[in-house]
């Protein structure tokens, strides 16, 4: 495969970096009893994710958030060392890596920047129905293509009237012969400027319940009849392009439909099940990028003639973002290492979520604290931080959308057990 051969030479390169992305076959090699030690494949992915986010995205990271300018050769540089599209299968082009291995990359790219990871990973959430559901054709023209050059993909379900809501959708799907004719507008579309194709979600039977509503298709940016609006000014990673997209009178051909008629919403929810512990590790690793900013700063900075981090309560402040972190990366992994089992990781990928997101949120507000009034000032970096953490509580479900789904699983398992 063509990305094989660029990795390959990529490898015998010297003008990367000393290590480039090993491939692997498809899903990730069950690991048996239970262990925390990454394997020599893993530990290599990490440190070429880490060491791109040190030497490429933090540099350059405050003049994206400034500008709000896409990353097009940051996420390029991205593509050439395999940090793009990880988890495409071998037989695609891909580098065939599982949810957990993906995982270790985008803590490592949110490091750096979670603006820039975001433009990286939603890739993924777009092709992870693809992935799902897909037939070989589709697979070989969609996802060949994205490891063929560095295009850009957008999963659009998001709609102005629906968010957590997704079953309120209002975007339809006729059938006219051999295609479809789709009308509707969809919001907060990452990437949406700069997608060269979106998986779609939309009502194709307005009288059937969520369930059997829907219907997933393909379409190719530049159909006729797609408006993109204008790129949204965001609190926070700013490096994202987020817009609202218009169809109208939009053909698809009916060979560009995923799955079956009305299994849109199942495909769609069942992408989450994936993007969501990658979602998480995002969290990860902006909460760890904020404990060592914090701590860097607590030993340098004095007041009362010691260093703050002697201070109890700015050492206590550091401990407990330390708790947090690695309480949620370990859900991340146990997430993200069930899904690559092929064992339905529901339940867990909505705890990582939850906790990594909120794990994220307090611990870049710990940071400016710790920092005093140089965090609230931009010249430090965790007053960005502390912008982008928030919106890993809103999207890819909302912290509230994911309590309500484990409280169900909660539930759903005490009955099991009286029964």
């Not at 990730?28 to 040190?54: C, I, K, M």
């Not at 990437?191 to 039977?205: C, E, P, S, V």
């Not at 490096?239 to 008629?261: C, H, K, Q």
């Not at 994220?360 to 604290?369: G, L, M, R, T």
Request: proline content about 4%.
């Amino acid at each position: 495969m063509l990305r094989s051969h660029t990795l390959n030479a990529l490898r015998k390169s010297s003008r990367a970096f000393s290590t480039a992305m090993p491939v692997r076959s498809s899903g990730s090699t069950p690991v048996p009893g239970l262990g925390f030690q990454l394997t020599e494949d893993q530990l290599s992915f990490q440190g070429v994710a880490r060491q791109f986010a040190r030497e490429v995205i933090i540099p350059a990271a405050p003049h994206h958030d400034k500008t709000g300018e896409y990353p097009v050769d940051i996420i390029k540089q991205a593509w050439e060392l395999g940090l793009v599209n990880c988890h495409i299968p071998t037989e695609y082009g891909g580098m065939g890596l599982g949810v957990f291995d993906s995982a270790i990359v985008s803590e490592e790219l949110a490091y750096g920047c979670t603006g820039i990871q975001t433009a990286i990973e939603a890739n993924g959430l777009a092709e992870a129905p693809v992935i799902l559901a897909a037939n070989d054709a589709q697979k070989k023209k969609y996802l060949g293509r994205m490891t063929e050059e560095p295009l850009i993909a957008a999963y659009c379900v998001t709609e102005p009237g629906a968010g957590s809501d997704v079953a309120g959708a209002k975007t339809n799907a006729v059938k006219k012969g051999d295609k479809w004719v789709i009308n509707g507008q969809k919001m907060w579309i990452t990437n949406g400027g700069k997608a060269n194709w979106f998986f779609l979600l939309a009502k194709t039977d307005p009288a059937a319940n969520a369930g059997k509503a829907f219907t997933g298709f393909i379409v190719d940016a530049d159909s006729p009849g797609i408006t993109v609006g204008r790129k949204e000014w965001n609190m926070g990673q700013r490096a994202s392009d987020t817009r609202g997209i218009t169809f109208e009178d939009v053909e698809v051909p009916d060979e560009n439909r995923l799955g079956d008629v009305g299994q849109g919403f199942k495909i769609a929810m069942g992408a989450f099940d994936i993007t969501r512990p990658l979602v998480a590790s995002a969290a990860v690793g902006l909460a760890q990028r904020a404990m060592d900013e914090a701590t860097a700063y607590a030993l340098q900075r004095k007041t009362m003639g010691k260093p703050i981090i002697e201070h109890q309560a700015v050492a206590f402040m550091l401990a407990d973002m330390a708790i947090q972190t690695e309480a949620s990366r370990m859900m991340v992994w146990r997430a993200a290492w069930l899904r690559d089992q092929n064992k339905r990781n529901t339940y867990y990928a909505s705890i990582a979520k939850a906790l990594a997101s909120e794990t994220a949120n307090k611990c870049a507000s710990d940071a400016v604290q710790i920092f005093g009034g140089n965090g609230f000032n931009s010249e430090y970096p965790v007053e960005k931080l502390m912008r982008d953490a928030k919106i890993f509580t809103i999207y890819e479900g909302t912290s509230q959308i994911q309590r309500l789904i484990i409280s169900r699983a909660v539930a759903d398992m005490a009955k099991q057990n009286q029964q």
